[in-house]
């Protein structure tokens, strides 16, 4: 009897959401082909990162969060390396090595390094109590923080540091947000929305500078102020800067790999060397470097099919929908919020109750929606935005909700 080849080896390098998706649909959907090889730069096996905001605000535990042990790969067959970066990469020898002085050879290289926080290049960034909110060494650190200091202002008025106040202010800090532009959430919400939104916040006690330019962070050794380019100091003993993520590409960029923004990939999630693959925050797919989960799990699935054998699947770009998560305070935002380019809208606003919403339809579609106050037509809007129907003679009742477009539909 001939032995049975060895099975070809793939490496994964980065542990976070979209890798741990992959080696789950590769787990379910093709559990011999291939021999796994992973490295994440973390200490510890995978964890869910969206649901951090909650560990800041004391709802779940780091132990909540976390999705897998050592012993889920090890039951996989698969070999995790936690706490061990690549480092670099061979693409001739097809070999890539690691922090730890080790190295492993591939057939097939998956690139999921994820983005890591941006740093602003401030005066006294470097200062003890400032801290980026990306993976969770900054919430234990931001949570054992929050055990001796009272006052923190957060840089970044989008929804990462929306999150990172409210969940200071719920561990019982003093929180100001600091926001460049004119309205909070920009990408996601109106200037309208935005407002309906900040009032609810400052009502639950978190403070905000908007239009607000931060010049440097101020102390000796430790944190003791944030000064704007107005002239305001902001006395403070603890600051978080959520002010955005950039694809960690620096892996791909040494290896000679064709990057831009993210590392580029075409719809078989392929980078320039077909041998490497890449999914995730990392990548950037028909000029689209998207900074949610949704995408890393579509293209995820795609690859997984991919590496299976079946190679007619492909990644088509997302449409992204997303909510803030601050308990009690919904706030639902998808698609394409601007009407522009021929695009219309139709909107529903009730200062008094904090209600609003907005539905903006191109070429007779839904193409975007936001919801303050109530987000729970969120999916629905969102299942009819990802199926392309006509709606135009729901214009009217899509804005008023659910429970009046539906039926209209159905007689439609
Ligand atoms: C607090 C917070 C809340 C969020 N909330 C939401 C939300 O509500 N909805 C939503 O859609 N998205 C949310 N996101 C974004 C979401 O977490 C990301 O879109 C998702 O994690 C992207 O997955 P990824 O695998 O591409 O990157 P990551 O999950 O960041 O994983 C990348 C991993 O690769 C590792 N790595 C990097 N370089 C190397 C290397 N050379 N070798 C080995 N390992 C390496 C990194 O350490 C990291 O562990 C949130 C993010 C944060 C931080």
């Known amino acids: 009897m001939c032995p049975s080849p060895a ?46 905001s909650t560990v800041l605000s004391g709802e779940k535990s780091a132990a ?57 290049p401030l005066p006294g960034k470097d200062l003890d109590g400032v801290r980026t909110f990306r993976d969770l060494d900054d919430v234990e650190h931001l949570i054992a923080a929050t055990r001796t200091r009272r006052r923190a202002v957060v840089i970044g008025g989008g929804l990462l540091g929306l999150e990172a106040a409210w969940g200071l202010r719920q561990r019982g800090l003093d929180v100001t947000v600091v926001h460049l532009m004119g309205h909070l959430m920009e990408r996601q919400l109106d200037r309208t929305a935005a407002l309906y939104l900040q009032r609810d916040l400052e009502r639950r006690g978190i403070r905000f500078a908007l239009r607000a330019d931060t010049a440097a962070i101020e102390g000796e050794g430790r944190v003791e102020a944030v000064r704007l380019r107005d002239g305001r100091r902001l006395a403070t003993d603890l600051v978080v800067m959520a002010v955005g993520v950039r694809p960690n590409v620096a892996l791909a960029r040494a290896a000679g790999l064709a990057v831009r923004r993210g590392v580029l990939v075409d719809d078989a999630l392929a980078t320039s060397d077909t041998a490497i693959s890449a999914i995730g925050e990392c990548v ?27 190679r007619k699947v492909a990644y088509r770009g997302s449409i992204v929908g997303t ?74 009742p899509l804005v008023l909700g659910r429970a009046f477009a539906e039926p209209a539909r159905q007689a439609a």
Request: hydrophobic share 50%.
């Open 64 to 120: 909540d969060v976390m999705d897998t042990d050592a012993a889920w790969f090890s039951r996989r067959g698969i070999t995790f390396h936690a706490g061990v970066a690549i480092t670099s990469i061979d693409r001739e020898r097809r070999i890539v090595h690691d922090a730890a002085g080790g190295q492993a050879a591939y057939d097939h290289l998956v690139l999921a390094t994820g983005s890591d926080a941006v740093q602003l």
């Open 7 to 52: 099975p070809p080896r793939l490496v994964v390098a980065g542990n976070g959401m979209a890798a741990h998706r992959l080696l789950e649909r590769l787990a379910e959907d093709s559990p011999q082909r291939w021999s796994i090889t992973v490295f994440g730069a973390e200490p510890r096996a995978n964890y869910n990162r969206i649901l951090l």
């Open 323 to 396: 909510n803030l998560k601050v308990a009690g305070v919904a706030v639902y935002a998808a698609g394409d919020i601007a009407a522009a380019d021929g695009a219309e809208e139709a909107v529903c606003a009730d200062p008094d109750t904090g209600l609003y919403r907005k539905v903006v339809l191109r070429d007779g579609r839904l193409a975007g929606a936001v919801l303050v106050g109530d987000a729970a037509d969120g999916g629905w809007l969102f299942d009819l935005m990802q199926r392309g129907e006509p709606v135009l003679h729901l214009r009217e």
């Open 284 to 310: 950037e797919h028909a000029g689209q470097v998207y900074g949610l989960v949704a995408p890393a799990w579509a293209q995820a699935d795609v690859l997984a099919a991919r590496l299976a054998g079946n």
